[in-house]
């Protein structure tokens, strides 16, 4: 007689979900492949969930739905068939909340930490306290080769440098801290209640499928997976605007429709021009207001574009801007330039504010290539000013009045205090911080390398845009110095290495081939190079690169990058 296969469904908010159950990711499971851009999507659906009223009369009626989860159990476990990417992420987030209120523990949220703890661990029925050696997450994939480093994280966090991160895991969870610190910084009074919003109003579908035969759930299992993957799981958004739009044609639109829609599958990322035009849209009614999701957006702000079809009028428009061989031939080698140092920044709302530009060109009758240049300079000078200042998270509001005011003004104005930044001076009890300060502290690896880019093409106007897709930072007195090279103590040799003073860039063959050898050694390396500045290293007087050197080099590299700012942060 045949096992009898059993499924239940249930819906649960993510407190429930994460503590009454046990999870492994079986061997037969891909690698954990959710990057930051999936992070961040998540992290921008949660806060903009709680920020659109949690806590209202009608949340309980209007959780926000994180998808299907299907699994089938073994013992005390419950074997995830699908679901283990949000599953881990969620598990990476939580962890990361752990963390935080635990340095930040006054005795008054006891219940909030036992809640997440719950979630994270198995706790022990007698004492109640909370074993992190036993974490209610453990991946078996075999394909997955840095599933302890999870494992390591659950337990103990995460304290090595950013550098050091080899997996999605180190870096997810890192984004999360950070995320979560500066919405603690923006939120003081409600960053609890944000906690609360994500354990108890975030929900998952869970699909258990049982039975008595264990190799028969695994198949029922399965086969509830793949039916739910082609025909029961949400759509995506641009799948539900193609529907709405769709429904609308007549049956002589239909068919051209169609055919245009696949065209523009097979050559781009539609949600990424929907995404586009979202904020062109926002720029010609003049709202300023935070960005929201696209469905929201087009569903219930302007469905009517998606009714009459003019949408894809705008997606066209905006397939020709960011795809077309017609609109890149003709971009000037130094808004190229501009071009690469901005595509280093962290922050990618640039695009938005170019993208604006060139609709509004386009519907003015302007010559967008005649105003790049300057337009990408500007947005380039204030992008940094702030990053480099910590404002970061003021950077969306630029893009916000640069495209607004375009659109109602005819110029773009940033209303940025960039000017105020360059030459304030900010006190604190122990000491006076000035631009200058923030700009010798900026050490991240990427900011740096956009630093060094932009001091190249400032430099050398002439520079090749294409020496190479990702050219390396060269350390021109090396990382791992000897001591009988030049006698320093380890902390003046830390500031040595990695002032900005102190790199270049260059090709990854080179940089390999230049390692950590003696500056005189390195000059024929340098001599190869199809960046300028490494060609002139190469003839540099000296047969050693010192102090002096760095000190020199930094103080120059300041001083023009400074007069950039000055002249184009306006």
């Known amino acids: 007689m045949a ?39 998540l992290w921008e659906d949660i806060v903009a969930f709680f920020e659109g009223g949690w806590g209202g009369e009608s949340t309980d009626q209007n959780p926000y739905f ?25 598990m990476l987030l939580l962890k990361a909340m752990h963390a935080k209120l635990m340095r930040e523990n006054n005795g008054k949220m006891q219940r909030l930490l036992d809640n997440l703890a719950s979630c994270l661990w198995e706790i022990d029925g007698v004492t109640g306290e909370p074993d992190p050696t036993k974490p209610h997450l453990i991946s078996h994939a075999i394909s997955d080769d840095k599933h302890q480093v999870l494992q390591n994280i659950l337990e103990n ?10 997996s999605n895991y180190e870096k997810n969870y890192r984004y999360f801290v950070t995320q979560l610190d500066e919405f603690s910084a923006n939120h003081a009074t409600t960053f609890h209640e944000f906690c609360l919003c994500v354990l108890k109003s975030c929900i998952v579908l869970s699909v258990e499928c049982g039975g008595q035969d264990e190799e028969n759930r695994l ?5 509830v997976f793949n039916t739910l993957n082609t025909r029961g799981l949400p759509l995506v958004d641009t799948d539900i605007f193609k529907s709405v739009i769709f429904s609308y044609r007549t049956p002589q639109e239909r068919e051209a429709f169609v055919t245009q829609w696949q065209e523009l599958e097979q050559e781009c990322d539609i949600d990424w021009l929907f995404r586009l035009c979202m904020h062109v849209l926002r720029a010609q009614k003049g709202d300023k207001s935070r960005e929201i999701g696209l469905r929201p957006f087009f569903l219930n702000k302007h469905r009517d574009l998606l009714k009459d079809g003019s949408i894809m009028q705008e997606i066209a428009k905006m397939q020709e801007y960011w795809h077309s061989d017609e609109v890149s031939s003709k971009v000037s080698h130094r808004a190229y330039q501009f071009y690469n140092v901005l595509y280093t920044l962290d922050s990618g709302y640039w695009e938005f504010l170019d993208g604006a530009y060139y609709a509004y060109c386009q519907q003015k009758g302007k010559d967008y290539f005649k105003g790049l240049e300057e337009v990408l300079m500007r947005t380039c000078a204030h992008f940094l000013i702030y990053t480099i200042a910590r404002h970061p998270g003021q950077i969306k509001n630029l893009v916000y009045n640069a495209y607004t005011s375009l659109y109602k003004t005819g110029n773009i104005d940033f209303k940025a205090e960039s000017q105020e930044i360059l030459k304030s001076v900010v006190t604190t009890q122990r000491r006076e911080y000035t631009f200058r300060t923030f700009f010798e502290a900026a050490q991240t690896k990427r900011l740096t390398k956009t630093l060094v880019a932009l001091n190249m093409y400032l ?26 090279y030049v006698k320093l103590d380890k902390k003046e040799a830390n500031a040595l290495v990695e002032s900005i003073g102190n790199k270049i860039l260059l090709e990854k063959p080179l940089n390999i081939k230049a390692s950590n050898g003696y500056f005189d050694a390195k000059k024929p390396k340098y001599a190869k190079s199809k960046f300028l500045e490494a060609q002139d290293l190469a003839k540099f007087p000296k047969s050693d690169w010192l102090l002096e050197d760095i000190k020199a080099r930094t103080e120059e590299i300041y001083q023009r990058l400074y007069v950039f700012f000055k002249e184009y942060a306006v």
């Not at 966090?157 to 080899?166: I, K, N």
Request: aromatic letters at 10%; a negative charge.
């Open 3 to 41: 096992s009898k296969l059993e499924m239940s469904t249930l819906q649960m908010d993510i407190l429930d979900y994460l503590s009454k159950n046990k999870f492994v990711v079986p061997e037969y499971q891909r690698n954990y492949a959710w990057g930051l851009g999936e992070c961040a999507q």
């Open 66 to 90: 994180l998808g299907s989860v299907v699994f089938y159990p073994i013992k005390d476990k419950k074997h995830i068939v699908d679901g283990q990417q949000r599953t881990t992420t969620l």
């Open 157 to 166: 966090g995460l304290e090595q440098d950013e550098a050091e991160d080899s």
């Open 219 to 223: 198949e029922y299992a399965l086969r």
């Open 459 to 484: 430099k050398y106007p002439k520079q090749d845009t294409g020496v190479c897709e990702k050219p390396e930072i060269e350390h021109i007195f090396p990382k791992k110095w000897q001591t009988n």
